[in-house]
C-alpha cells in the first residue's frame, strides 16, 4: 500500500499531474494491517488478499462518499457496499482510493466538477478515454495492482484501449450492479481493468454472480458462471475463427494510425492458429439506429438511486440543475435528459425492440459465418488532445446488444499512443474473450508502462536524467537532462570555432531507420535558431519523441555554413552497438 501511495504522491498531483485519483480511504491502512495480520496467522483468502484496489467513484463503499464525481453528490454517504465490493472486501483486498470519472458516468473523456481533468500518462496532452478515465490512469501508472470501472457504453474499453490494459464490459447480467450509481440500468456494467490478462482473469473471479438485487444476473440462473483463471490456455486462439468488421478497420486516412495496429495484432492471431476473415453485418448502421438507452433512462434511475440514500443531499437530476452544482461541459447533456416526462414512452418501448432486433442480427452473422468472436478497434481513432471530441468510437455494439466484449493492447501508433483491440463474443462466453486475449499476450505482449510514470527511487520520482553526447568532442558541447515525469528536456549547448553568422540551427534529428516507421533521418525538434552559437532552454517532449531519446533513436545536429555536426543522444547509459 505505501509503495503504490508513493507513486500517486509523485505522479498524480506533481510530475505529469495526472489527477486521477479524487480521494483516499481513510480506513485503507487498518484494512492493510488487518490482512497483513490475516496472513501472518496463516489465513490467506485468496489471489487477491492484501491487495491494494481503486474503485471508480461510482461504486458504493461503506464509510465513504459515493460522488459520481459530482459536486452536487460530494457529500453522499451511501449505507452499505456494493455487490462488487462486498465480494471484494470479502476477497481480501484493500482499497486504497477512489478514482475519477466523467461526471455521472455521462461521457468519455473523464471531466468533472469534483474531480476536474483527468490526464493520460501516456500524453498528458491526451483525455484518459471514460467514464472510467481515473481507472485507467491509475492502473496505467501503477497506483493499485487492479482498477474498477463501469461500461454502459465504452467506459471500460475505452480506458483500457488508450492505456494499454485489458478490459472486459461483460454479457449484461453476469456481474450486478447493485450499489453502483446509474447511468442506465439496461445497459450499466461493472467489471476490472488490468494490466494483464491473467490480472483480468482474477478479478473477474472475484465479482461476478447471482445477486437477487439485480434482475439481470438471472441470466447465470441454473448454470455455473464462467471461470476465468480456469479458462486461461496460451493455445486459446489456436482453430478460433475470427470475424472483422471491416467497416469499422478502414485505412481512411484518419483511421490509418489505428488500423495499421489492428491488422498486425490480428496477424499475429493468424499466427497462433486463428482464422481472420473480413466480415459485414448487413445494414449495421441501421440497425445501430435508435438503440440506446441512456438518455430514456438516466433521470429516472438516479432518481431512483437517490431516493435510497438516507440524507442523500439532492434527490433528483433536476435539483442537481437548480443547484448548478455540475461542470459546465455536462450542462447540456443533463438538461436534454432531464426534459424526459415518462420512463415508460412508446419511443423507449420501440428502442427495446430495435435492440432485440439488432442482437439477433449480429448472433445470426456468427452463427452462419461460425465465428467465435468479432473483432474491430475500440477506438478508430487516436486519443483526442484534451478539449477535442474524441472520434471513432465503436461502444455501441455489445452495450446495445448485451453481449461479452473485451479490450486488449494491440500495440502502439507512430505517436507513441496504445490502441486497443476489441473481441466481441457470444452469451456468457467471456471467459473464452479472456482466454483469447491472453492467448495473444502470452506470444505477443504488447503493453509497455508510460514513460512519464517510471519506477520511483527511494519512494521519490527519480532526479532528472543526464543525457551525453556520443562520442563526444570538440566542436559541440551540451549540458542537457531529461525529466521523465514531465518529459522535460532542459538543455545549453554551445557551438566552438564558428561564428555566429555561419550557424543556420541547432535541432534534434531522428536517425534514420529501416523499419516500416521509417524512412531517413529528420528533424523533430528545432533547438536553436541562424545566428546564435550558444541556446538554452527546455522542450517538452511527444511520447514518440522521449521514448526515441530512451532508446538512442535521436541525436543533436548543428548546421552551419561549413557542413553539419551530429552526435547521439544518449540518456545516462550507452547506446548499443
Known amino acids: 500500500m505505501d509503495a503504490y501511495t508513493d507513486r500517486i504522491a509523485a505522479y498524480d498531483r506533481a510530475g505529469p499531474r495526472l489527477n486521477a485519483i479524487v480521494r483516499f480511504n481513510p480506513a485503507a491502512r487498518e484494512r492493510a494491517a488487518a490482512m497483513d495480520a490475516e496472513r501472518a496467522a496463516g489465513s490467506v483468502r485468496g489471489p487477491l488478499h492484501g491487495v491494494p484496489i481503486v474503485l471508480k467513484d461510482n461504486y458504493d463503499l461503506a464509510g465513504m462518499p459515493t460522488t459520481g464525481s459530482s459536486l452536487a453528490l460530494a457529500g453522499l454517504l451511501p449505507p452499505d457496499d456494493a455487490f462488487q465490493v462486498a465480494k471484494l472486501l ?29 490526464r493520460n500518462p501516456y500524453d498528458p496532452s491526451r483525455n484518459p478515454g471514460g467514464s472510467s478515465g481515473g481507472t485507467g490512469a491509475a492502473v496505467a501508472a501503477s497506483f493499485a495492482a ?55 482473469a482474477i478479478a473477474l473471479d472475484a465479482t461476478i454472480g447471482r445477486d437477487p438485487a439485480d434482475a439481470a444476473t438471472a441470466v447465470l440462473e441454473g448454470r455455473d458462471p464462467p471461470r476465468f483463471q480456469q479458462a486461461l490456455d496460451p493455445t486459446a486462439l489456436d482453430g478460433a475463427r475470427i470475424g472483422v468488421l471491416a467497416e469499422w478497420t478502414t485505412e481512411d486516412r484518419a483511421n490509418v494510425p489505428v488500423t495499421r495496429v489492428i491488422r498486425d495484432a490480428l496477424a499475429g492471431m493468424a499466427d497462433l492458429g486463428a482464422e481472420v476473415v473480413d466480415t459485414e453485418i448487413p445494414g449495421l448502421d441501421t440497425l445501430l439506429a435508435n438503440t440506446g438507452l441512456i438518455d430514456m433512462e438516466f433521470k429516472f434511475d438516479l432518481a431512483d438511486y437517490l431516493a435510497g440514500i438516507p440524507g442523500a443531499p439532492v434527490a433528483s437530476l433536476g435539483d442537481i440543475l437548480a443547484a448548478g452544482l455540475h461542470h459546465a461541459e455536462l450542462d447540456r447533456t443533463f438538461r436534454r435528459r432531464d426534459l424526459r416526462q415518462e420512463r415508460d414512452s412508446a419511443e423507449y418501448a420501440e428502442a427495446l425492440v430495435r435492440r432485440r432486433a439488432l442482437s439477433d442480427s449480429v448472433l445470426a ?3 452462419r459465418e461460425r465465428f467465435d468472436a468479432l473483432a474491430y478497434p475500440t477506438m478508430r481513432q487516436e486519443t483526442a488532445l484534451i478539449g477535442a471530441a474524441p472520434l471513432g468510437g465503436t461502444c455501441f455494439l455489445s452495450a446495445h446488444t448485451g453481449l461479452p466484449a473485451l479490450t486488449l493492447p494491440a500495440g502502439f501508433t507512430e505517436l ?38 517510471p519506477p520511483l527511487v527511494s ?21 542537457m537532462t ?40 529528420m528533424v523533430v525538434r528545432r533547438l536553436g535558431p541562424p545566428g ?9 517532449l511527444s511520447p514518440r519523441l522521449a521514448q526515441d531519446l530512451l532508446d538512442c533513436k535521436l541525436e543533436l545536429l548543428a548546421y552551419t555554413a561549413s557542413g553539419f555536426d551530429h552526435r547521439t543522444m544518449r540518456v545516462n547509459e550507452p547506446c548499443g552497438p
Open 146 to 200: 487492479v482498477g474498477w470501472g463501469t461500461d454502459t457504453c465504452g467506459s471500460i474499453r475505452i480506458p483500457a484501449a488508450v492505456h494499454s490494459l485489458f478490459g472486459l464490459r461483460p454479457t449484461k447480467g453476469l456481474s450486478s450492479i447493485d450499489g453502483i450509481l446509474p447511468l442506465s440500468h439496461s445497459q450499466d456494467t461493472g467489471g476490472p481493468l488490468a494490466r494483464t490478462a491473467s490480472d483480468l
Open 482 to 521: 531529461l525529466d521523465l515525469p514531465t518529459a522535460l528536456l532542459s538543455y545549453r549547448i554551445v557551438l566552438s570555432d564558428v561564428e555566429p553568422a555561419d550557424v543556420y540551427g541547432i535541432v534534434l534529428r531522428r536517425i534514420g531507420m529501416d523499419d516500416d516507421a521509417g524512412g531517413g533521418a
Open 90 to 118: 470479502d476477497a481480501g483486498v484493500v482499497v486504497l482510493a477512489k478514482t475519477n470519472l466523467h461526471e455521472l458516468a455521462a461521457g468519455i473523456t473523464t471531466v468533472s466538477s469534483l474531480g476536474g481533468q483527468t
Open 532 to 540: 546564435e552559437t550558444t541556446v538554452e532552454g527546455a522542450a517538452e
Open 416 to 453: 507513441g499512443l496504445p490502441v486497443g483491440l476489441e473481441l466481441l463474443g457470444r452469451p456468457l462466453d467471456d471467459d473464452f474473450l479472456v482466454a483469447m486475449a491472453f492467448a495473444y499476450e502470452s506470444a505477443f505482449p504488447q503493453r509497455q508502462p508510460p514513460s512519464r510514470t
Open 365 to 367: 452473422v456468427m452463427d
Open 459 to 479: 519512494g521519490k520520482a527519480p532526479p532528472p536524467s543526464h543525457v551525453a553526447l556520443d562520442p563526444p568532442g570538440d566542436g559541440i558541447a551540451a549540458t
